[in-house]
């Protein structure tokens, strides 16, 4: 693997023998005039040295590695069997045979889960059914004496399916990877979710559909339909109006509760619609899962004919289905309106854009810690969530996970900030928005300028996540640096720009919000930068040793921090044999030299959160050497939600909130800080006070109540 320098140089080989100069001497440019020389260009490298760039800028690339095959019939095909499965699929058929096979390989192949049953209504069928007979064990097949036409065979195969979960399925498909796990995971996210459906496909790979939007005339639009699948606006989990039927999955319960498919719709079409809304009268959502992705052979069964056969029930129906629900449809905007809300049912809703400098990495950073923590707190008030990265070139498992929480992610071309793109996606849609929360001024300026210079009627609001000048001058003030000092005073100007014209600014470090009150005459609110589920019942002090720092060590102070640590405290307390466990993501080769000269040194990069929770519960003390930096610090507070005592400098603690009971201490000399240590791990009873308070601290001041009510304030001017 290379080091950061040597992919750095590889980097820079690229570019001098590339014909692409003069665009990435542009971008640099551009960089260097946001934030200095020295910052600007290790920003442009890094994105450009480390990033996965983007495959969904190519409007033309469709390739989503779709399984699409006739599958060759060698050998019988054992599917699952289960006395009590958790889904029943459900597949209708009508002739089609061969298509029906290929839907079951695709099944057996792709779902990611086994846990289910294949049930097969076949509607009385003139074609033989000894393939399937043949070709599949533990197969459920149905064979009615008389054709009932395609809703009410669904119904009479429902009542006999013993799933938890029952999923319908049309033959003239095929699922792709993961499939039914990914499924199955929408009734994980909330306990209201009674309906979920795929992204549906055509064969060749363009968009079918991303949910449907129903509208006040009972149409229904198939959104996204032969558009390329790639796009953000399909790629998220959201509520949808509904699902068409060829690839559902509902709760079981609840299927038979609501009475399954409204048989006013026989033989076909709008029962799926209907179902839908029933399940929403019922109280429960219809959501939409992009990466459960189906192929469907649109047409197969019944043409694409409204004029003739059993597809003219798409006309009749329409009209059964507008007087059902012409009450529910008033409320619903005119054929193509209000897209932009009616495509996720955000109508009426708190819609929030997020700019910031790239997506969330909350194992990595302490400052995506906390923009992850906000945007959990607004979903959990019920706002709609957008975010924009100006760098997109981050691993894709970051946008996934946003993806999953429903959250839509603006990537690609259309979106980028190198060629300002992203100004014709405001200039379209930012009166959609009831708040656009801005992170950082290095990033946020041209956006804020740009949406002061347009009209728009929300909140602007700025979150710079601490005084970044004061860390730049206190290190210029250290080291008698006159650049250093002018870079600080330009990011000072840049940030007081943001606070003064922002309509409101978050502060998380009370010392902040009292140094800025003194000039800064827009409002200034505190919150709490994380939350934390405090631990419960933590190891006991016996069954705890060792010493943790947890830092990414792309930020400079946790460098500095470490460096001092090891040169001027730990050689002591090597000496007593006590550990030290070093966490963090780009841990420099330097400090991998001093594992060398003390064997006790455990370094660990790049781990998981639940990794990273179970050396909490193992390690006796947290250690935060810090000697500059601004802002709570998120390891801090970590520590003690997990029941670990901090021995740290003054700048650890700086910015939280303090009164008489507080009863951590900065410790800022070698000698202190080795006797502290000492002090907090030899005592048994000093450990379970520190321990015992750090919990009781961050259950009072650092909960997701506290940091929602901030945004309720701003947002909605209530608490």
Avoid at 187 to 202: C, E, Q, V
Avoid at 226 to 238: A, G, I, L, S
Avoid at 296 to 305: L, Q, S
Avoid at 510 to 518: H, I, R, S, V, W
């Amino acid at each position: 693997m290379k080091s950061k320098a040597g992919k750095y140089f590889f980097y820079f080989k690229r570019f001098v023998n590339s014909d692409n100069k003069k665009k990435v001497a542009k971008e640099l440019a551009r960089e260097i005039k946001r934030k200095g020389i020295i910052t600007g260009t290790k920003s442009l490298l890094h994105k450009k040295a480390f990033g996965n760039i983007s495959d969904y800028d190519d409007e033309t690339n469709l390739s989503l590695d779709l399984s699409i095959r006739n599958y060759t019939k060698k050998q019988k095909i054992i599917l699952p069997a289960n006395a009590n499965p958790v889904v029943s699929i459900i597949i209708p058929m009508y002739n089609q045979v061969e298509y029906t096979y290929n839907c079951i390989c695709s099944i057996f192949n792709n779902s990611g889960y086994d846990d289910y049953e294949i049930i097969v209504a076949d509607d009385n069928s003139s074609e033989s059914i000894e393939l399937l007979r043949d070709n599949f064990e533990n197969l459920v097949l149905i064979r009615n004496e008389a054709n009932l036409g395609f809703l009410k065979n669904c119904n009479h195969a429902a009542s006999k399916a013993r799933g938890q979960y029952f999923v319908f399925l049309n033959n003239d498909t095929q699922v792709q990877k993961n499939w039914l796990k990914e499924l199955l995971s929408c009734f994980a996210l909330s306990d209201n979710i009674g309906l979920a459906g795929s992204k549906l496909l055509y064969e060749s790979g363009r968009l079918q559909e991303a949910g449907g939007i129903i509208w006040q005339d009972g149409s229904g639009w198939n959104y996204g339909n032969d558009d390329n699948p790639k796009r953000p606006e399909y790629n998220y989990v959201k509520e949808v109006d509904y699902i068409s039927g060829a690839s559902v999955m509902i709760d079981a319960g609840l299927w038979r509760e609501i009475g399954g498919f409204d048989e006013l719709f026989a033989p076909a079409y709008y029962e799926d619609t209907d179902l839908c809304f029933q399940v929403r009268k019922e109280g429960y959502k219809v959501m939409y899962q992009p990466f459960s992705a189906v192929v469907h052979f649109e047409g197969i069964t019944h043409g694409t004919d409204v004029n003739k056969g059993v597809k003219k029930y798409q006309v009749v129906n329409r009209k059964k289905f507008v007087d059902k629900w012409q009450q529910v449809l008033q409320c619903k905007s005119q054929n193509g309106e209000n897209v932009f809300t009616e495509r996720d049912r955000t109508t009426g809703k708190k819609i929030i854009l997020i700019v910031d400098h790239y997506l969330p990495q909350p194992d990595r950073d302490a400052g995506s810690r906390c923009i992850s923590n906000f945007i959990d707190s607004m979903l959990e008030l019920g706002y709609h969530v957008k975010f924009l990265g100006e760098n997109q070139n981050v691993p894709k498992k970051y946008q996934l996970a946003l993806q999953e929480k429903g959250v839509e992610v603006l990537y690609g071309k259309a979106y980028n900030f190198d060629d300002s793109n992203w100004k014709q996606y405001l200039n379209k849609n930012i009166n959609n928005f009831d708040a656009v929360l801005l992170s950082r001024a290095s990033v946020c300026l041209p956006v804020l300028n740009f949406i002061r210079s347009i009209a728009y009627n929300g909140k602007v609001i700025y979150f710079g996540h601490d005084l970044g000048y004061l860390r730049l001058e206190r290190e210029a003030v250290a080291k008698k640096s006159a650049a250093l000092a002018k870079q600080a005073k330009k990011i000072k100007a840049a940030e007081d720009i943001m606070y003064q014209n922002a309509d409101d600014s978050l502060v998380l470090s009370y010392d902040e919000l009292a140094y800025l009150g003194k000039y800064i005459t827009k409002p200034l609110h505190y919150v709490p930068g994380y939350f934390f589920d405090v631990a419960g019942n933590t190891p006991v002090y016996d069954n705890r040793e060792g010493l943790l720092f947890v830092g990414g060590f792309n930020h400079p102070p946790n460098k500095e921090a470490m460096k001092w640590f090891l040169d001027e405290v730990y050689p002591e307390l090597s000496a007593h044999h006590i550990g030290l466990t070093i966490v963090g993501s780009l841990v420099p080769d330097f400090i991998f030299r001093y594992r060398d000269r003390f064997r006790d040194i455990k370094i660990l990069s790049d781990i998981s959160a639940e990794e990273l929770d179970v050396l909490y519960t193992q390690s006796k003390i947290a250690i935060a050497p810090l000697l500059s930096g601004a802002g709570v610090k998120g390891k801090v507070i970590e520590a003690m939600a997990n029941g670990v005592p901090v021995v740290g400098t003054s700048t650890a603690f700086e910015g939280m909130p303090k009164n008489d009971s507080f009863i951590y201490k900065g410790i800022n000399t070698p000698a202190a800080m080795t006797a502290e240590i000492l002090r907090v791990c030899n005592d048994k009873n000093v450990w379970e006070e520190l321990s015992s308070f750090g919990k009781n601290y961050v259950r009072d001041n650092f909960n997701k109540e506290n940091m929602k009510a901030v945004f309720k304030e701003i947002i909605e001017g209530t608490r």
